[in-house]
Every structure is written in C-alpha cells, then in structure tokens.
C-alpha cells in the first residue's frame, strides 16, 4: 500500500521550519498561480484563491476520473503561497499601503504533473469559476533564501523579517530584493490571527 505523501512529514526543510532562520536551497518547482494587484481582503482575492484550489483538486483527482498520470502517487494538495511586492507609489510611501500591494498566489504541483494536464483542468474547471481562466502554469527557478517560520498576525510580520536581516547580516548574506515569499501553513479565513502559521522568505545571495 503507498503512503500519501505528505509535504510537511516528507518536505521537512521547506515546510517545517524552526523558530530562528535559515538558509535553504530550492529547487525548481511547478507552481499554478495567478496574479493581482490591491488589497488582499477583498471578494476578489479569496476568488482567486477558490480558483487556485479548484484546479489544484482537478489535477488531484484525476486518476480518479481516469486520467492517466505517469508516476503518479497520492499526495496532500500543497499550500497556498504569494510573493509579495508594492507597486512604485506604495514603494514612496513611508507606511505600508495595502491597496498598492503587487502580488502572485500559487499552488506548488508535484513533480508527475505537467502543463498538458494543467490545461485539461482548466477545460473542465473552466465553467466554476470567472478568474480560472487567468491561472497559469509556473515553473519557478531553483533559489536560495533565507526563511523563518512567522507564527501571529500578519501584520506583526515586520518582527521577524528584522530576525531574517540579522542572520543575514551575522552570515554575509544580502537580500536581492524587497519582494518576499509567504507560504500559508494555516488557513487564515478560519484560524485566528494570534495563531497563523506563515513560513516567510526571502531570495538572498552572498
């Protein structure tokens, strides 16, 4: 009998972070994502995450609709992820501006799944859901960064990007940019604030 596969028991270094920060190296990975612009708690941002995990479930349960997918194993669908930037006013501003935040959400997909499939979703899924058709395929680069597992609201977030910029400072390690990952261990529509957990990157190098 084959195990499902489980990214936070068998993807330890990416997903299940320690207290204080570190470096990590990541591959390249296939993403399906989507991208806006705007206040992120708004009826279209949780739209595009339905979006997202609509056609995360349709590739998921394929096999089960008699796709066949080479190499396919069963596996916990990954969680939501978004990098976030600001758009050149928000950048002059001195306070963060929610509403000129630039951002991508994505769903991380197994190594088995391929464009091909990815298109096949959205021809079925098309029909339940108006922003379906904006999602795309994304094979990101393999990148090195350094990451901290963030447990509370997002806005106190500021605390433990400062951890981030000391260990890089202490390791000689530069930030290539002001855009940074979020990886959503939690569901942050049910949970409470003081309880999200957010794994929080950012693309260094030495």
């Known amino acids: 009998m084959t ?3 489980e990214y936070r028991k068998h993807e330890k270094e990416l997903y299940d972070p320690k207290g204080n920060p570190r470096r990590v190296e990541i591959p390249s990975l296939n993403y399906i994502a989507i991208n806006g ?8 941002f949780s739209s595009k995450i339905e979006s997202l995990f609509t056609l995360a479930y349709t590739l998921k349960m394929f096999p089960r609709k008699g796709v066949i997918i080479k190499d396919y194993y069963d596996y916990t669908v990954y969680p ?7 758009s ?3 950048r002059l501003e001195t306070t963060l501006n929610k509403d000129e935040l630039v951002y991508t959400i994505m769903i991380r ?3 088995f799944m391929t464009e091909e499939l990815f298109n096949q979703a959205v021809e079925v899924s098309k029909h339940k859901n108006v ?3 904006d999602v795309y ?10 990451q901290i597992m963030h447990i509370g609201s997002f806005d106190s977030e500021p605390l433990s990007f400062n951890k981030i910029q000391e260990y890089c400072d202490v390791n ?3 930030r290539i940019s002001h855009i940074h990952r979020e990886i959503y261990l939690s569901d942050f529509r049910k949970t409470k604030q003081e309880s999200l957990k957010t794994i929080l990157q950012v693309e260094v190098t030495f």
Not at 37 to 44: A, I, K, V
Not at 80 to 86: F, I, K, P, S, T
Request: charged share 20%; hydrophobic share 30%.
């Open 131 to 133: 922003n379906i058709k």
């Open 172 to 174: 000689g390690l530069k």
């Open 137 to 146: 395929w994304h094979l990101s680069p393999p990148t090195t960064v350094v």
């Open 3 to 5: 195990l499902k596969h």
């Open 109 to 111: 997909q197994p190594f």
């Open 80 to 86: 939501l992820e978004g990098v976030w930037d600001l």
């Open 88 to 90: 050149e006013k928000g």
């Open 37 to 44: 612009t705007g206040n992120p708690n708004t009826e279209e």
